[in-house]
Structure formats: C-alpha cells, structure tokens
C-alpha cells in the first residue's frame, strides 16, 4: 500500500513539473553536390501552314525535363529541454528533508515526559517536547520529499538532444522540352461568341477546311487544354481566320455595309492577303475605293436612311434623332455599345474639343467624349474653333480609333453653333 502510494506521489509531481522546449537547426558541412532529373507535365503546340482553304497543322504534346542542381548538408536539429522548478525544487527538498532529519535527532535528546500544564477535557495531558519535535519533522519531510522528486525529475527531463541528419538545397534548375510525341485526340476550334468546332487529330496531323468552317475561330484546344502557337503560328492562324470571316460575310455588298462594319472588312483583308496573295487584290481594291468615295461624299444617305436637308430644323425633322447626347443625359449609355446602334440619329450637344484629322474632331459631352465626323461637302457653313459649344444632329458609326483615342464616332447630318 505505501508502495502504491509512492508511486502515485511520483506520477503526481512528475506531471506538475513544467519542460520548456527549443528546437533550433544548424547547418553542418557540404556533403555533395550532384544533378537531379525531374519529369514536369508539359503542354500541346502546334506547327502551323496555311494552303487556303486548308489549315495545316502538327500537333505535338511533350513534357519538361527539369535539371535541378542539389547540395547536401548535413544538418543537426538541437532540441534543447530546460525546467526552471529544478533548481528551486531541490533546494527547497535538500533543505525540508535536512531540517526533518535534524528536528527527529534533536528529538532524542529532550523530554519524552507529557506537559503537566495542560490537561483536556478527557483528563489527558498535553503532548512531550519530544512529540513536538517529531511532529514539525515529519511536516517538513512532507514538503521536502515531494520538493526533492520534483526537482529530480525536472533535472533528469532537462538537457540537449541532438538528430544529425542529411538536409537538400535547390542551387539552380533548367527547363527543356523533352519527350515530343505526335498527339491523338480531340481537338477543338472556339469563336469568341462561343462558338465550338469539334475535330479530331490523328497521328498529330489535323488539315481544317476554311470554306466549311461555320464560325471564326479565335483559339485552338486540344483535350480540353491550349494549344500553344510561336509567334509566326499565331500570325498564320490570325490571317486565316480573317479568311474565314471574310468568307462567312462574302453575302453582305460593300454599299451594305456600316463604317465600322466597311473599316473591319478593309483590315480583315489586308490580314487575309498574308496568305491569299494577290487572289484577293480586286476585293482589296474595290474596298478601298468604297471607303475613299465615303470620305469624300460626306453624304448621310450613305450611312442610313434619311433625305437631304437643307437646316438644322429640317435634319430634326427628316432624321427624328429619339436620343439625346448631353451633359446628365440618360442617354449617354448609347457611348458604350456604339456598334449595337449603328445608324441610329441623334442630338449632340457639347463643347468642340481638338480636331485629330481634317474631317474628325473631338466633342466633349460633360465628361465623355466622341469623334464627330464631318463631310468635305458640307450643307452648312460658319467655324467651329475649339472651344466652340454646339449642337448637332448625327448618326451613330461605331467606334474609331485614332492615335492612343478609341471613341465612338458620330457622322454629322447638320451643325450649329448653340446656346
């Protein structure tokens, strides 16, 4: 039973004893220094040649080889114990268990006769100095061996535990291509509208037909992934893909056409010429002669529906403009989507900011800010310097860009000086 008891006294100091714990690592010596291979997932490219109508591809997948520079230390991990309760808790056992070994001596050498002067209620006589004495020695055993064990325990927990262990550094990596494989599989053609093609490679070999293409491609994806072009292979897709709008929109004539949809079909040829050559020169040409005639006509009539008019009342009246342009409009959101409103009339009224070309200048309206076109043959008269307020009725062109500017552009049906 005391056995036990002991016991239990052990467990229960041991576990009020507090261990602080520090780890810390210190780098030890270069062991070596050697070259590590690593195989990274790589990606799907493809070669690109365009023999109109056809889109010649090879498609090909690979992975990157990764050359990784290693040094190996080897490397010491300290971890470091510390018990503030073991100094203190010795001294003060050391201290409780010689003072309880001294109190039980001195007990020996006093009275062991009980004190006369006190007697209890039962008749009994108070306790010998000798009882007093073994008395505080066992108190004070009672605190020192308890005291003793702690610190022990805390002393035999602390100190410095030492891993040597091996520990890598990555010094440097290269990356190659590597493994190139010609790719079997789904591969995907996708407008910017959404539009999706559904094709198939085989044996890396994929040749697209442009006169059976439904939309106009913007991007390649095989297996669900990009496909990676060099910049060349981005041009020659770029140029067949001009084509191929080119070829989808063939049914719209020139006369047909709105500004910005006559400027797109100008640029969408000259990208397609990189690969047609001088087999589409005669559209090439007829284009440009269509956009010199409309700069040089300045008629409305060109751009939508309406009659010639000879005042500003009269452009009102004819054009019935059922938007208004003006600083706090409401209406002022028409400059945001100016291509979903091409041919549309309406009133303008701001301020003449600078002229970027003869015939375009800027109008601020609060604080946006449009081109006005105006015709070489004007029905109206009178200057308009910078600076000038105005009003005008115009219609919607789409958007134009000139220099860093990029604004919707306006095509003046009548011009006034205003309020």
Same mark, same amino acid.
């Given at each position: 039973?005391?056995?036990?008891?002991?016991?239990?006294?052990?467990?229960?100091?041991?576990?009020?004893?507090?261990?602080?714990?520090?780890?810390?690592?210190?780098?030890?010596?270069?062991? +070596?220094?050697? %070259? /590590? *291979?690593?195989?990274? @997932?790589?990606?799907?490219?493809?070669?690109?040649?365009?023999?109109? !109508? &056809?889109?010649?591809?090879?498609?090909?997948?690979?992975?990157?080889?990764?050359?990784?520079?290693?040094?190996?230390?080897?490397?010491?991990?300290?971890?470091?114990?510390?018990?503030?309760?073991?100094?203190?808790?010795?001294?003060?056992?050391?201290?409780?268990?010689?003072?309880?070994?001294?109190?039980?001596?001195?007990?020996?050498?006093?009275?062991?006769?009980?004190?006369?002067?006190?007697?209890?209620?039962?008749?009994?006589?108070?306790?010998?100095?000798?009882?007093?004495?073994?008395?505080?020695?066992?108190?004070?055993?009672?605190?020192?061996?308890?005291?003793?064990?702690?610190?022990?325990?805390?002393?035999?927990?602390?100190?410095?535990?030492?891993?040597?262990?091996?520990?890598?550094?990555?010094?440097?990596?290269?990356?190659? +291509?590597?493994? %190139? /494989? *010609?790719?079997?599989? @789904?591969?995907?053609?996708?407008?910017?509208?959404?539009?999706?093609? !559904? &094709?198939?490679?085989?044996?890396?070999?994929?040749?697209?037909?442009?006169?059976?293409?439904?939309?106009?491609?913007?991007?390649?994806?095989?297996?669900?992934?990009?496909?990676?072009?060099?910049?060349?292979?981005?041009?020659?897709?770029?140029?067949?893909?001009?084509?191929?709008?080119?070829?989808?929109?063939?049914?719209?004539?020139?006369?047909?056409?709105?500004?910005?949809?006559?400027?797109?079909?100008?640029?969408?040829?000259?990208?397609?010429?990189?690969?047609?050559?001088?087999?589409?020169?005669?559209?090439?040409?007829?284009?440009?002669?269509?956009?010199?005639?409309?700069?040089?006509?300045?008629?409305?009539?060109?751009?939508?529906?309406?009659?010639?008019?000879?005042?500003?009342?009269?452009?009102?009246?004819?054009?019935?403009?059922?938007?208004?342009?003006?600083?706090?409009?409401?209406?002022?959101?028409?400059?945001?989507?100016?291509?979903?409103?091409?041919?549309?009339?309406?009133?303008?009224?701001?301020?003449?900011?600078?002229?970027?070309?003869?015939?375009?200048?800027?109008?601020?309206?609060?604080?946006?800010?449009?081109?006005?076109?105006?015709?070489?043959?004007?029905?109206?008269?009178?200057?308009?310097?910078?600076?000038?307020?105005?009003?005008?009725?115009?219609?919607?062109?789409?958007?134009?860009?000139?220099?860093?500017?990029?604004?919707?552009?306006?095509?003046?049906?009548?011009?006034?000086?205003?309020?």
């Amino acid at each position: 039973m005391k056995t036990r008891a002991l016991f239990m006294l052990f467990v229960f100091v041991s576990g009020c004893t507090t261990i602080d714990t520090n780890t810390r690592t210190e780098r030890g010596p270069l062991l +070596r220094s050697f %070259e /590590r *291979p690593v195989l990274m @997932p790589g990606g799907i490219t493809a070669d690109v040649r365009a023999d109109w !109508p &056809l889109l010649k591809l090879t498609v090909v997948g690979y992975d990157v080889c990764r050359a990784q520079q290693v040094d190996e230390y080897a490397e010491d991990v300290v971890t470091e114990r510390t018990s503030n309760a073991a100094g203190p808790s010795l001294s003060t056992g050391i201290v409780g268990v010689l003072a309880s070994a001294v109190l039980f001596g001195v007990s020996f050498a006093v009275s062991s006769a009980p004190d006369q002067q006190i007697i209890d209620a039962g008749g009994r006589y108070g306790p010998s100095t000798q009882q007093y004495l073994r008395g505080a020695s066992a108190i004070t055993l009672g605190v020192g061996v308890p005291a003793v064990i702690v610190g022990l325990v805390a002393k035999l927990r602390s100190g410095d535990e030492v891993e040597t262990r091996r520990a890598e550094q990555i010094v440097s990596q290269k990356d190659a +291509r590597c493994n %190139e /494989r *010609p790719e079997n599989g @789904p591969f995907a053609l996708k407008s910017a509208q959404g539009g999706h093609v !559904p &094709l198939e490679v085989v044996d890396g070999a994929l040749d697209i037909d442009g006169d059976k293409m439904p939309v106009v491609p913007e991007s390649m994806h095989f297996a669900e992934r990009d496909v990676e072009l060099t910049e060349d292979g981005q041009a020659v897709f770029a140029s067949w893909a001009a084509c191929v709008a080119l070829k989808l929109e063939s049914a719209k004539s020139l006369d047909a056409l709105s500004e910005s949809g006559l400027l797109s079909r100008a640029e969408r040829l000259r990208e397609c010429r990189r690969i047609r050559g001088d087999s589409i020169a005669a559209e090439v040409k007829a284009t440009d002669d269509e956009l010199s005639r409309r700069r040089v006509s300045g008629s409305p009539a060109a751009w939508a529906p309406g009659t010639n008019v000879s005042s500003f009342e009269e452009a009102v009246s004819a054009y019935a403009p059922t938007v208004k342009l003006a600083v706090g409009s409401k209406d002022l959101g028409v400059l945001d989507t100016p291509e979903a409103h091409e041919g549309r009339a309406v009133l303008v009224q701001g301020i003449v900011g600078e002229g970027l070309t003869e015939n375009i200048g800027v109008i601020q309206v609060g604080e946006r800010e449009l081109f006005l076109f105006i015709p070489p043959k004007k029905a109206w008269g009178g200057q308009f310097p910078a600076g000038t307020r105005i009003e005008a009725v115009a219609l919607v062109s789409g958007r134009q860009t000139l220099g860093e500017k990029n604004l919707p552009l306006l095509r003046a049906v009548w011009m006034r000086t205003a309020w």
